[in-house]
């Protein structure tokens, strides 16, 4: 038997390779340092040729910077769960239409047209239409931090360091973060992630899984990462500051808003949630305060309608507030379900995900409102998922076809340059970029067919979604 790891200061990389010959069959065992990670077994015709396939794997990842070890000496990645006090709410009810029971706390929310994402402490990510009936359940190996959106494309970052594509039918791995960042929030933008964490740092990392910058903030527990195409918004105990998307550069800093709980952003303007019971609007600009909206207890999460015309926020007391632009509190409810640790607002509904598991829809309009406010509010629908849906888990077994089995679909080809193995188009009319295409799959000199390969980003590449396919 022989075993193998892999832990990189600066980049990505805590993963450990483990190879054991047993007369003609070879186990190989991989994963991230401290999980089970995933077995293949091969049987061979001779010891002699298991004995010869064991020592080529070997060599090619120790020619990879891979190096022995003892298992256990590195420990599995840190994490912290986010666990706050919740405590019931004293105002009136708000309009609930309908609420879903996820089965844990859960932070990860998203809301598009389409559908709403939750995802929970558990791994457990569910799609729900808008009018509350469970589509879709995938199971991620670890708690989802957050769920976020790049185009066409819907990521969840996961207490295991790695960030899932979940735009195909199977989750696929696009980014790892370093063993050494515990993940606290993440957002993306034009295919360049960020990442802030427990210490205060905030680290970016390219579309093709390259680590980019890092920088520590004058406070720790960040919670706030917002990105847009100029600049990285970074919020922690001491504040809020811009950092350059490019090369990291300070920009600016604000310490007014401390104590940042969670993060917004418009066109213009960042929103900082703080402990001190305070939404604050920072111009993005140049970090001055635009406008305070204030609530009674502990801001976990905040949003905005289109444009920043009214804001909502969510408190530690399962209360939910809007306010007008200006900071002139409109109305206060009670989610009756938890405290909302994440929200979103689309088409005069706010969708919240709960410290007790729920995605629970409320009606804010207008007259909706009024009527709660007045004591008359719907008896929300409690929404179950079949137990005959299907729980999609991620994997890194591809289907292999005849290369005449390409179809319509878009051939890559692995590419090994130096001690990275990037992916290229070679279907003609597609330009030599690179490729954001899943690690876990990777092989040098391979070639894959994809459903499509979309253009994507300033930065020039492509990402591959839908189906993958092994070309033989």
Known sequence: MTYLELSEDGGGAHKYYEVTVVGTQVTITYGRIGESGQTKVTAFPSEAKAQAAAAKKIGEKTRKGYAAAVRGVRQRRAITRRAMASTRSTAQQAPVLWRFDSGAAAFGIFVDSERCW????RGDVYTVTHSGTVTGRFRLPDGVKCIVADDFWIYAGCDDGRVYDLSGKVPRSAYEIAADVDIYWLDINDGVLGVSDRAGRITTIDYEDEFQWARSGSGDSAWMVRCDEDAVYHGHSNGVARYDTADGTLVWEN???GHVLFGWQEEHSVYAGTARRTVHRLAKGDGRVEAVY???????????????????AGDNHSSVYCFDASGERLWKLATGCGSAFSMQFLDDRLYIVTTDGSLACIDASEAAIAAARAGDVPQPVDVKAAASLEVVEPSAVLETVLETGAGDGVVVECVQEGERLRVRVVTPGYESWNVQFPKTVREAGARYVVDGVRSAGRGGFYRAYGEIRRLL
């Open 118 to 121: 939750v995802g929970n402490q």
């Open 255 to 257: 310490t007014v808003a």
């Open 294 to 312: 204030q609530c009674d207890g502990a801001v976990y999460s905040c949003a905005t309608s289109p444009g920043g015309r009214h804001v909502f």
